[in-house]
């Protein structure tokens, strides 16, 4: 099994509708991490969290939030989707500084 | 100023050949430096990390870090078809150790 999973991989939705990602982990580390990738733009941090109590805004953090649930559970959700928000999202979790990635989920705003 | 840059490519290489990739930070309390190999449609990979000045080799890979002129680079001998993705550079912060930030990324094509 995969030591990080993403639900769902892929997701086609409305402007307006609201949608949670989910992440989770099997590595046991306390650090988890939400980036989204655009072409051109690399990866950009939405939202990170060193432990179940924490949880920090990342440099693009408008119009998203997050819950972490447990240690291996790290949620992201879009209030209200909007057609900028189309992207993929990864979650990584760290220990250190090596950041691991799960297969990413591929959000589709119309 | 981007935080972390790199050359966003294409950048083609011949097999066999050396592919050299680069990338430059601001922030100069950084300590750890990192790349990643993003194939695509898939998620990033890392393949070497580095702390101190100088030279890191693991097989094909070697990173240079020189926290002088603030630059990274990651050297790919004997290229393969199979090196062709795209590569990020990944910096950590001086506020905050466990907060990277990441380049764009830079296009390496290996041509048979």
């Known amino acids: 099994d995969a030591d990080v999973t993403q639900t769902p991989r892929n997701r086609i939705t409305k402007t307006g509708k609201r949608i949670m990602l989910e992440c989770s982990q099997t590595k046991g580390h306390d650090r988890m991490y939400w980036y989204r990738q655009d072409p051109g733009l690399g990866l950009r941090l939405i939202y990170y969290s060193f432990d179940v109590k924490d949880i920090n805004k990342g440099e693009i953090s408008d119009g998203y939030s997050v819950s972490r649930q447990a240690q291996a559970k790290f949620s992201l959700s879009l209030e209200s989707a909007i057609p900028n928000q189309t992207a993929l999202y990864f979650c990584?979790?760290?220990?250190?500084?090596?950041?691991?990635f799960g297969p990413g989920t591929r959000l589709t705003v119309l | 100023q981007k935080e972390v840059e790199q050359n966003s490519g294409p950048l083609s290489v011949p097999e066999g050949a050396i592919a050299s990739l680069n990338c430059t930070y601001s922030?100069?309390?950084?300590?750890?430096f990192f790349w990643y190999r993003q194939y695509s449609g898939k998620s990033p990979e890392l393949i070497m990390f580095i702390y101190s000045n100088g030279d890191k080799e693991d097989g094909r890979f070697t990173a240079q870090l020189n926290k002088a002129s603030q630059y990274v680079s990651l050297l790919i001998r004997d290229s393969q078809p199979s090196d062709s993705a795209t590569y990020l550079c990944?910096?950590?912060?001086?506020?905050?150790?466990?907060?990277?930030?990441f380049g764009s990324g830079t296009r390496l094509s290996i041509r048979p």
């Open positions: 990944a910096v950590n912060t001086h506020s905050s150790a466990s907060k990277i930030i």
């Open positions: 990584a979790t760290s220990s250190g500084d090596t950041q691991y």
């Open positions: 922030d100069r309390g950084s300590q750890s």
